[in-house]
């Protein structure tokens, strides 16, 4: 299957429904390509597994994708990307061009900011891992990254429901410390947290640029298809589909939330149940 | 009660729970100052009433608001203003600046086309009025406007659930003759409408320019707060409460998809039933 062929879809992965807030800028910013979306549901979440299984599920992942057509591979995955982008990119690259969170947001954050300073929240694992850190340091030398970790904020809006004063308590303590350091760009370091976006703007102030990692991929996106000549036609109509390893009907009530357009019919399909390649703890 | 004491809140009246729509602009932008919203949802909706009922219910949403103190007066409703707007505020201009809807968003999408191509979604009793064609012909006497009228699109938003497939083809159709247009800038005239503003902006495609009614209100508030030197200090934190003339528990399931953001408590306040001064059809 040549991956070089336009009317190919853009194909997605995500450990679950999060990533579907990557796909939802990504719809609204090409509604003229087709794209294929597979969520890891069966095997979420993704935190507490090792960089080698992580590795591992993203090799199986983009194997299914790839294997059903794809002109571009977008990881959708703080973890899956933060363990796996380098070596995926290395495997893959000379077959499709393949683009994962962090440094599409970091260079939109880079972009933005006018004072130099940057925030971030984000999960502990992704604050710990440093890669916003690095990839801000070469995007914009002179800037100073003030990153919040917080535990509680991505699993409140996994849970669901209204925005209740538990998360306006957690927003505003995660947004504490970036208005003590002044930051005027924000980074939304988890694909969850564009659903309190409104909370979060409300707290840090209309002023502070909210970058999340949907419009840096939707943008990094169209500028990867114009340069590999494989852009549809803007005319045409695109279209999208989901997979998902999990429930497909438990995907698509989850899912709604994060993606805010229909989700039509989830097909299932089967990964190794633990993972292959799980190191025991 | 002084009107021109900073410390009182920006009153909002509606017909229900659509200009929570409005109110989320308005605490997103201007999170330093407290509203007091009061929803008509007893009488909602207003799409039948007459002129002079209308005017007659504005009158009186406007005294219950300002009899508890308020330092600008926000119409976010677009059979109210129509109706009643000129007429409450030669009442009350004196006393406190008045603000309503189609004004501010005929003025932002006048400042946003560029090619003079305005496209216009509304109810039909909204096309019908006129006010929008008049009001950018005022704002920007070169430019076109195409109204579309859709009876569907307020009534599915408001029967609530997710996005789905009759939403998408009423989205669709709305869009078409806009579309054929050219128009590069399109005005909201629903509050209920940014709760599919992501389908809309994808069926119009990123380059056109989407305004609501909330975001010009939001902007026209802060102005006219400034001009009146009655605007909060930036570093307070503001309060919104809630006022319903309908069930409360009611308004306040009903409004969280339109503000989305806690409400918390929600007063009951009594208006006259089938509204007073109401003229038999």
Known sequence: ??????????AVFDSGVGG?????ECLVSLPHEDFLYLGDTARFPYGD??????????????????ERGAKLLVVACNSATSAALPELRSELEREIPVVGVVRPESRLAAAATRNGRVGLIATPATVKSGAYAEALAEEAPAAEL???????????IQAGGEVDHRTL???????????????????????HYPLVRPVLQRELGRRVTIVSSGEAIAAEVEA??????????EHRRGEYRFLATGDPEQFRRAGTRFLQLPIG?????EVAAAGPGRKAA
Not at 1 to 10: E, G, I, K
Not at 51 to 63: D, K, M, T
């Open 265 to 269: 019919s989830v097909e299932h399909v």
């Open 146 to 156: 003030h990153a919040v970790a917080s535990a509680e904020l991505a699993p409140l």
């Open 224 to 233: 990867r298809l114009r340069a590999s000549g494989v852009e549809n036609d």
């Open 49 to 66: 597994r090792t960089p080698a299984q992580l590795a591992e599920f993203a090799r199986e992942l983009a194997g299914i994708l790839l």
């Open 169 to 191: 308590a957690c927003v505003e303590g995660a947004c504490r410390p970036l208005k003590r350091a002044q930051v005027d760009t924000v980074i939304l370091g988890c694909t």
């Open 1 to 10: 299957m040549s991956t070089s062929d336009r009317s190919l879809p853009v």
């Open 20 to 24: 579907l807030t990557v796909l939802h």
